[in-house]
């Protein structure tokens, strides 16, 4: 089945730098990447995701950039601010039916 | 509009009883999924519903483990004869049709097996 890997585990930045988290993925047949953001205590918010017919996907400070060849994606967030601060997934789609393998996470912390 | 709702958000139990967890879904959403997340890890597929079928279970981890979605909107999942392994968050997510498409979660449910 489809594995997902998630580096770092944790990611600390300065308030305006950029902060970037990459994943890797096993199964070539998947075919949807969504990017959520955790809070504490709160369930997953979906911020961002891509499909395998596009390699690259922006929204204001959020780029998600897919390379399926080398079977890897990853979530760019510039000009971060304390409020970016948060637990980030990254996952893949795995089949017909819809059901997300997710990494790990990433802690990110943006020092004001 | 409303979210995707669950119910309730905070459930002690003690080890050996039965638990019932709901999720109300958004509008019109069709698929809906259930994830188990444990506390520094990410959500893990449990079962998935296309309607009022289970499409796909293969993320429960035994028999006693269950959900139903009877009239293909709320869903219930079920666990039996609770276990201290179980204490995690259960999220609930919906899905316009499933396959490649947003999902959207809840809060989830956090359980805690004494």
């Known amino acids: 089945g489809e594995n997902v890997e998630q580096h770092p585990s944790t990611l600390s930045v300065q308030e305006g730098d950029s902060a970037v988290i990459k994943c890797t993925y096993s199964d070539s047949a998947s075919n949807y990447f969504p990017w959520y953001k955790q809070e504490l205590g709160k369930g997953p918010q979906l911020i961002i995701d891509?499909?395998?017919?596009?390699g690259e996907k922006k929204d204001q400070r959020i780029a998600v950039t897919l390379n399926k060849t080398a079977k890897h994606f990853s979530l760019h967030i510039t000009e971060t601010q304390p409020e970016d601060s948060a637990v980030y997934f990254c996952?893949?789609?795995?089949?017909?039916?819809?059901?997300?393998?997710f990494g790990k996470g990433t802690k990110l912390s943006v020092k004001p | 509009g409303a979210g995707v709702s669950q119910t309730p958000s905070n459930k002690v139990t003690e080890k050996g009883k039965y638990v019932e967890l709901r999720c109300d879904p958004i509008?019109?959403?069709?698929?809906l999924y259930w994830y188990r997340q444990s506390l520094g890890q990410g959500p893990e597929f449990l079962i998935y519903?296309?309607?009022?079928?289970?499409?796909?279970d293969s993320g429960l981890p035994n028999d006693r483990f269950f959900a139903v979605r009877p009239e293909g909107s709320v869903s219930t999942l079920k666990i039996q004869r609770t276990e201290r392994g179980d204490s995690a968050v259960y999220l609930c997510a919906s899905s316009p049709w499933g396959s490649a498409n947003e999902q959207f979660f809840g809060p989830g449910t956090r359980l805690t097996v004494l």
């Open positions: 509008s019109g959403h069709t698929a």
């Open positions: 519903f296309q309607g009022t079928g289970a499409a796909d």
């Open positions: 996952a893949a789609s795995e089949g017909s039916q819809g059901n997300l393998i």
């Open positions: 891509i499909r395998s017919n596009v």
